[in-house]
């Protein structure tokens, strides 16, 4: 296994990789790297299997490199901060571990990222047997399966089993019917365009609903209507009264 190192201070570098190689022994780290500028050279020309990075460099936060580069390389954040932990998540984060680290959270990383490797194969290969077995006469304009995202894993799922979506400042997330919350690297706006508007709706700014699983409808004050599903949502689903015909209208199409 090929890894790298991004870190600008020399000690916890070479500490590092003494660490990882009485993890694993076949670890070969092939180059340690200080800043982010030296970084997007050496990746835009060379590979990788896993990195282990600091997030605050001399030169800048290492999430810069990844926003810079379109690479798939899994990446380990070792810091001494955790403000960075949602921030990482937008990355190909399979770890985050704080200074000063132990050899365990070394070994559960590397532990990950080979599971990692396993899962990925699979969905490919599931998501390769789905694309032979598709009717060539479904030309629906719109999605019928998503890539949704739990912590390190990523999973094929059926819009059908999805209850709702739910934008949470900056982060968009799918609650399925078995209560799971997945993570989905789009906006509602997009959603609008992917998903069939028969079957989703736009409740609001927050919410963008299944029609199969709404479970209550309830008018409440100046006309708006509040919306129950199948599955707890953070707050209330309120329907304005400007929206609520066509949401009326929509529910028994």
């Known amino acids: 296994m090929e890894v790298i190192i991004i870190e600008d201070e020399q000690l916890l570098a070479e ?5 990882l190689l009485l993890v694993d022994a076949s ?10 500028a030296d970084s997007i050279e050496w990746l835009q020309s060379n ?3 896993l990195i282990f990075s600091d997030i605050e460099l001399t030169d800048g936060l290492s999430f810069s490199i990844f926003k810079k580069l379109d690479i798939s390389i899994p990446v380990v954040f070792i810091t001494a901060y955790n403000k960075y932990a949602i921030k990482a998540f937008e990355t190909n984060s399979i770890g985050y571990i704080l200074k000063p680290f132990e050899s365990d959270d070394l070994k559960k990383a590397i532990d990950k990222y080979k599971k990692f490797k396993v899962d990925d194969l699979l969905i490919r290969k599931l ?8 009717e060539p006469a479904n ?3 719109y999605l019928n399966r998503l890539a949704l995202t739990l912590g390190n894993i990523q999973k094929p799922v059926s819009v059908e089993e999805i209850v709702y979506f739910m934008a949470d400042d900056r982060y ?3 609650i399925t019917r078995e209560g799971k919350k997945y993570y989905y690297d789009a906006t509602l706006a997009q959603l609008e365009t992917e998903l069939n508007p028969a079957q989703f709706f736009r409740a609001n700014r927050r919410y963008f609903i299944n ?3 709404v479970n209550e409808i309830k008018t409440i004050s100046r006309s708006r209507l509040e919306i129950k599903m199948t599955e707890e949502t953070d707050e209330k689903i309120i329907v304005s009264y400007s929206r609520s015909k066509e ?6 199409s």
């Open 27 to 36: 670890i070969r780290v092939v180059k340690h790297l200080t800043n982010v």
């Open 172 to 174: 968009l997330f799918a």
């Open 47 to 49: 590979k990788c299997d």
């Open 211 to 213: 029609k199969n699983f």
């Open 139 to 141: 030309t629906s304009p």
């Open 247 to 252: 949401f009326k209208d929509w529910i028994i």
């Open 15 to 19: 500490e590092l990789q003494r660490e």
């Open 127 to 134: 998501l390769d047997q789905l694309s032979v077995n598709e």
